[in-house]
């Protein structure tokens, strides 16, 4: 059989998307941060597009959501603000579902119970406190630089241990290698060292630490318990961690009694010393949605507009340039940037109708978490919110990705409202089933309540959220509690023995 090349022709069919709707689903995906990032690449690229007024699309900016005005009224609602003539109102579900009408009293004793303080009303008094979760005022950098002006007077020792600091981990370890440092600061390595141990010296004790090993030893020597024995147990913290309780015996040459009181003593020391202070990196979120209850009950959801520049086409400059253009390659250049600008500002303006629509739903599905707290956390998925807003799951991906969301409860990733759940037994069961969010918070508050004398272990807690209506089996408590950073019973009774005695 001769071999020898050929033409053929072959007809075949592909989906390729266009560059323009490569650059939609990328600006779908994008914060309002990155967006204004983009418009402000966009403005340098093409003369025509300019910032200000409302843009020629109307893009919207504002949800406002009202509550039903009666139990039997028909669905809520969606009213787009914008700029040029109101859009028409498009039908959602009702946002306000159990709305309390009385005077609160059911939610006062069930704020009691977690632990809330009661109010009335339907604003955010009650909310929980949130401020838990906020970063400390002093960061570990701050605290540390604080302390290098009282410690040495020698300019060359602050400056390294100044840029030592801005090295330090959250936990403040230091990892990098001292021969880096040294030629990244064209010193010697012993100035490099002795910077290092002018930060070790630091409070709190350990930071600075290379390891696991040194930061324990460090506040060992604190302590003033760093023996030979001791330090033959930090030195193999690997067979603490193993167990292997004969043979660190043998190791450090002691005693039970002794090595028990040793091992008590490696406890009660901090292996993440830093963590005790906020983050060096403080740099802060900012909110793509904002979402505010207003005064008929219901909620204005609105997008940041602080970081979302709004675009329009200068007609006059297009004018101007036209006059001028008097050949076909300039025309065309015209027509070309023209049309990238209408399309961008319908590309940006269809963004801003979906996420303000994902985010109505959303606020819609979780209404009992933004009145209530996150006990009121249902589980949520991605399909149920396409479902209901007539899009794709994977366009909902898109939208709630790297947004945030800012309510009178704190600034949420959108992608924290959508959570798992586990079935509901009983006679509050309503098939829906319960966040797994909710049942940590839940968990969370039982442990809390705990003093030295009721310890709960895993089946007790188990047990005790069966009789609240949630259906959960060990095993799911135990991996929920581990999950929230919380220790065992053994672990949380030895430690709350620590705090009564001191």
């Known amino acids: 059989m001769a071999l020898g090349p050929r033409l053929d022709i072959r007809q075949t069919q592909s989906l390729v998307m266009t560059p323009q709707l490569q650059q939609a689903i990328k600006l779908l995906a994008a914060s309002n941060l990155e967006i204004e990032s983009f418009i402000g690449e966009a403005l340098e690229a093409n003369p025509l597009l300019d910032t200000g007024g409302t843009g020629d699309a109307g893009e919207p900016d504002r949800i406002e959501v009202a509550p039903p005005p009666g139990e039997d009224a028909p669905a809520d609602q969606l009213m787009l603000a914008g700029g040029g003539e109101a859009d028409a109102p498009l039908d959602l579900a009702s946002v306000d579902r159990d709305w309390d009408t009385g005077d609160g009293e059911a939610r006062n004793l069930r704020d009691a119970e977690w632990g809330a303080a009661p109010a009335s009303g339907g604003d955010f ?11 400390a005022e002093i960061t570990l950098c701050e605290h540390l630089e604080a302390q290098v002006g009282l410690r040495t007077r020698d300019p060359l020792l602050g400056a ?3 840029h030592i600091i801005g090295l330090l981990d959250d936990a403040g370890y230091f990892t990098a290698p001292i021969g880096e440092v040294a030629d990244d600061l064209a010193v010697a390595e012993d100035d490099v060292s002795a910077a290092l141990a002018l930060i070790q010296s630091f409070d709190p004790v350990g930071v600075g630490a290379r390891d696991l090993a040194e930061c324990i030893a460090l506040q060992a020597r604190e302590a003033d318990r760093y023996d030979p024995c001791m330090a033959m147990l930090i030195a193999n913290l690997d067979l603490v961690a193993r167990g292997e309780v004969a043979r660190l015996k043998r190791l450090c040459r002691v005693d039970d009694e002794d090595f028990a009181d040793m091992l008590r003593e490696l406890r009660s020391y901090d292996p993440r010393p830093g963590l005790a202070f906020a983050s060096c990196d403080t740099s802060s979120v900012v909110p793509d949605i904002l979402v505010q209850a207003n005064a008929g009950g219901g909620w204005d959801i609105a997008l940041n507009e602080d970081t979302l520049p709004k675009l329009i086409v200068n007609r006059g400059y297009f004018v101007e340039l036209n006059a001028g253009a008097t050949n076909k390659e300039s025309q065309g250049w015209l027509k070309e940037k023209l049309a990238d600008a209408h399309w961008l500002i319908r590309a940006l303006d269809q963004r801003q109708r979906t996420i303000l629509k994902t985010a109505a739903e959303i606020v819609r599905q979780q209404d009992g978490f933004f009145r209530r707290g996150v006990a009121e956390l249902r589980p949520l998925t991605l399909r149920e919110v396409a ?9 909902v991906s898109r939208v709630t990705s790297n947004k945030y969301l800012a309510c009178a409860r ?8 959508f959570t ?6 009983g006679e509050g069961a309503d098939g829906e089933g319960a966040s797994s969010a909710a049942i940590k918070a839940r968990i969370k508050a039982l442990i809390d309540a705990e003093t030295v004398k009721t310890i709960l ?19 799911t408590v135990a991996k929920y509690r581990e999950a929230i950073g919380l220790g065992s019973s053994a672990e949380r009774r030895r430690a709350k023995k620590l705090a009564s005695a001191s």
């Open 125 to 135: 008094a009650d909310a929980p406190d949130w401020d838990q979760l906020r970063a």
């Open 160 to 162: 390294i241990a100044r």
């Open 387 to 395: 479902e209901k807003i007539d899009m794709h799951e994977s366009t």
């Open 410 to 417: 704190g600034t949420f990733e959108l992608k924290y409202f």
């Open 420 to 425: 798992s759940g586990v079935g509901r037994v």
């Open 457 to 475: 272990s895993d089946q007790q807690l188990a047990d005790l959220l069966q009789k609240e209506g949630f259906d959960l089996a060990r095993r």
